[in-house]
């Protein structure tokens, strides 16, 4: 979870999230300021960093869990890419849950998704993912979690949950999907990790690694031996860390609630009046993705997608579970030309709604995240870092993604929309207002070496866009 109210003092869609030093003009380049005001001062901007909230790793042996698993070790060379360990067949798994033996009273129990989604939201909507300061919980609603988990493949027994004996009260989920990854090329059948969540009162109990056992060994069943997760969390080791980046729709109500700061140099009014978006589309053949754009978009999501290093494979039933719109959770689009009929563009963006933690006035903060998208604008260039197809794909993602922000805004009501660095997106965010959010999303393959991928970041530069290397993550966690 990420957002702006760090930043006070800036400006955010103009800022890099750079130390709170005062830049003199909201036209100025803050970064470039800094970058100067730090070498006069002798200060390498790499040692500076604002993100007072960021979680510093561990050693490695400090991770008494995760030191024990195939995972690979912060300061490992990888060498050559494949599994950390191979060893194992599916005659080695254990057939029955692992013992609760160390918090009497519980049992496991397999959710039904069905019947238990009441259950299920409220664990979640009480317990999951919050910022640093406790102000916005996620509140992934039923129909949500029911799409996010009953994709093309899905196993029961892979919605793990704790519950206690004698109440049958839901306290602690894990849940794997089928995925098809692929890895610098090479295709993996494996799971994404999701919805990890312990009760607030049962924290600390050593659960979680408890959880990612039991799912491994369910997993593992099946012959699937990699997995990929995200998290805020810094274990060992990341493939990539993304930021990201929010683009205020209904700043007034983002102020309010403490997501986003008034910069030092602005009133509420400016800013107000400069995220105001005009009501209407510009993009022409703009519209809704139909069951009959599936095989067309498909292959023109897979054509884009083969740019990036990891990414998802979807069959064409995986297409239509993904994309097909539902109110009030994922909606997809796509440009049909008006003059051919080809559909030229896709995008698409997923709603999930934050729990406004102890404000008065408002309870929920409507947020649009960025999912999936593809142009066919660079296909015709041999080289797409070439700078004229670097021009026409951000001209064109730019006028794609500010269309979404309309849409999100004037049809839908959203009051931020989200997006990470990853993908190309590091080519639209600070022309379409972006500002840079105080969250990290780190990407972790399990038992799978590989050697590291760009996030469209620059950690070194206070995880600022890379619009040069932009990013080679494509594929998008919910
Ligand atoms: C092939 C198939 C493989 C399948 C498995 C692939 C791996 C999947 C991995 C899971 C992907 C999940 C993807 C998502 O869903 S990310 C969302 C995670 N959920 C939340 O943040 C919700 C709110 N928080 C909680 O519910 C709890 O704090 C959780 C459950 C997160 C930890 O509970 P608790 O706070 O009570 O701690 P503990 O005493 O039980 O356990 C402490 C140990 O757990 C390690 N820890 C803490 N947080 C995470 C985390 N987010 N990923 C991995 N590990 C984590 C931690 O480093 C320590 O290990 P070590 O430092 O000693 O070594």
């Known amino acids: ?150 994709c093309p493949g899905y196993k029961k027994e892979w919605f793990v949950g704790i519950r206690v004996i004698s109440s049958k009260k839901l306290v602690g989920f894990i849940s794997a999907i ?117 095989d067309e978009a498909l292959e023109l999501l897979n054509k884009y997608q083969s740019r990036f290093k990891l990414i998802q494979l979807f069959n064409k039933e995986e297409f239509k579970h993904w994309f097909l719109t539902i109110e009030n959770v994922i909606y997809s689009y796509v440009v049909e030309d008006p003059k051919t009929g080809k559909i030229t563009d896709f995008i698409s963006f997923y709603t999930l709604p934050f729990t406004i933690l102890n404000n008065n006035n408002y309870n929920s903060l409507n947020v649009a995240y960025l999912f999936y998208y593809a142009s066919d604008s660079d296909f015709n260039y041999p080289d797409r870092f070439d700078t004229e197809a670097t021009k026409v794909l951000k001209k064109r993602l730019s006028q794609l993604v500010n269309d979404a922000c309309i849409i999100a805004r004037s049809e839908l009501h959203m009051d931020v929309f989200n997006a990470l660095t990853s993908q190309d997106n590091s080519l639209f965010l600070k022309d379409l207002k972006f500002g840079p959010g105080d969250g990290l999303l780190n990407f972790y393959l399990f038992n799978y070496r590989t050697f590291p991928m760009n996030g469209g970041c620059i950690a070194d530069q206070n995880y600022a866009y890379d619009e040069e290397h932009r990013s080679d993550i494509g594929v998008v966690m919910l």
């Open 178 to 294: 089928p995925v098809t990854l692929q890895v610098r090329g090479k295709i993996l059948p494996s799971v994404d990790i999701n919805f990890l969540c312990v009760h607030k009162k049962l924290r600390a109990k050593r659960l979680a690694p408890v959880f990612i056992k039991e799912i491994t060994r369910r997993v593992n069943l099946c012959n699937i031996w990699q997995a990929l997760h995200t998290g805020g969390v810094v274990l060992p080791s990341p493939v990539s860390v993304c930021r990201y980046a929010h683009r205020p729709l209904n700043w007034g109500k983002m102020f309010d609630v403490g997501f986003t700061g008034l910069p030092y140099n602005a009133t509420k009014t400016q800013m107000i009046a400069k995220y105001t978006l005009s009501k209407t589309t510009t993009t022409p053949g703009l519209r809704r993705l139909e069951l009959k754009d599936l």
């Open 1 to 150: 979870m990420s957002s702006n109210k760090d930043q006070k003092n800036e400006d955010t869609s103009d800022s890099n999230d750079a130390p709170k030093v005062v830049v003199t003009s909201s036209d100025a380049d803050p970064m470039k300021n800094i970058q100067e005001l730090l070498k006069m001062l002798a200060i390498d901007p790499s040692k500076l960093n604002n993100r007072d909230n960021e979680i510093k790793p561990k050693n490695f042996e400090e991770y008494k869990f995760w030191k024990t698993q195939p995972i690979v070790k912060f300061d490992e060379k990888v060498t050559t890419e494949g599994p950390v360990d191979n060893s194992k067949t599916v005659a080695d798994i254990p057939t029955s849950p692992l013992p609760l033996k160390a918090i009497p009273g519980f049992e496991w129990y397999d959710v039904d998704i069905e019947n238990d989604i009441d259950e299920l939201y409220q664990l979640l909507n009480e317990n999951y993912v919050e910022d640093q300061d406790s102000a916005f919980r996620f509140d992934y609603s039923k129909s949500f979690l029911q799409w996010a988990l009953t």
